[in-house]
């Protein structure tokens, strides 16, 4: 899901339709600045790689800083990036985040990329409340406290910036011993989860249900990504890009 961040009476100069402009140059992040969190592995890396292959200076926002293998592969591609410890547990952790990342900006934050997530596998049964709780805080609840935190610095920048959310196909699926995952989609997934909570056979057999034929690759994540980051998405807000192999037209996982 992508935001555009506008300052009020200042919005991004449109391009005209008659405008001649060479279309991969709307991809290029040169003088950005990303915020990326979950960055050590997965899709994190795949997408932080990525904006620092388009030019942007990605912060790495990372539980653990001792784990550099995002970090090496980027620089050592000849791109920016910079490690960030912090964790996402409480408003204040969110916070002192984003006070870090900043501090590591040479001028300011333009993008943010909330990829984090936790969850775990667990019937709806069997769920535990510290689970459930956890799970809350880091997938919905740092979400909105980090987007607050970019959406109050762009705003006040007054050159606007884009919030990339990473969610999950459970936000619109149900899956088997996911309950405490429909987080990524907010209660709005829980119905739909709850009635496949119990289901093994749909379990086992969900990659059927999947026309790509494959689960999904880490680096299925990273063209869209910076497309929503970039100019090349500037008439795109609110909405959300599903990459999912083509699942949900299936009807379940």
Not at 22 to 33: N, Q, R
Request: charged letters at 15%.
């Amino acid at each position: 899901m992508s935001s555009k961040i506008e300052h009020p009476g200042h919005p991004k100069e449109s391009l005209p339709v008659t405008q001649a402009v060479p279309v991969l140059d709307l991809f290029k992040l040169a003088g950005e600045t990303a915020l990326v969190t979950g960055a050590g592995r997965g899709i994190g890396a795949a997408i932080a790689t990525a904006l620092a292959q388009a030019g942007a200076h990605v912060l790495l926002a990372q539980r653990d800083i001792s784990n550099t293998a995002t970090y090496d592969s980027i620089v050592s591609q000849g791109c920016k990036a910079t490690l960030v410890q912090g964790t996402l547990s409480t408003p204040e952790d969110c916070e002192a985040l984003w006070s870090s990342a900043l501090a590591a900006s040479d001028n300011g934050i333009q993008i943010l990329v909330n990829n984090a997530g936790t969850g775990g596998w667990s019937l709806a049964v069997d769920e535990k409340p510290e689970n459930w709780d956890n799970t809350m805080n880091v997938n919905v609840n740092a979400l909105f406290h980090l987007s607050r935190c970019a959406g109050r610095h762009m705003i006040e920048a007054g050159k606007g910036g884009s919030i990339v959310n990473v969610l999950s196909i459970l936000s619109f699926l149900g899956g088997y011993g996911m309950s405490a995952y429909v987080t990524r989609g907010s209660t709005w997934a829980d119905n739909r989860n709850l009635r496949h909570a119990q289901d093994k056979e749909l379990y086992e057999g969900r990659i059927k249900n999947i026309p790509g034929g494959r689960w999904a690759d880490p680096l299925d994540y990273a063209g869209p990504a910076v497309f929503l980051a970039s100019s090349a998405s500037n008439y795109v807000t609110g909405e959300v890009l599903i990459v999912d192999g083509g699942a949900i037209a299936k009807g379940a996982i």
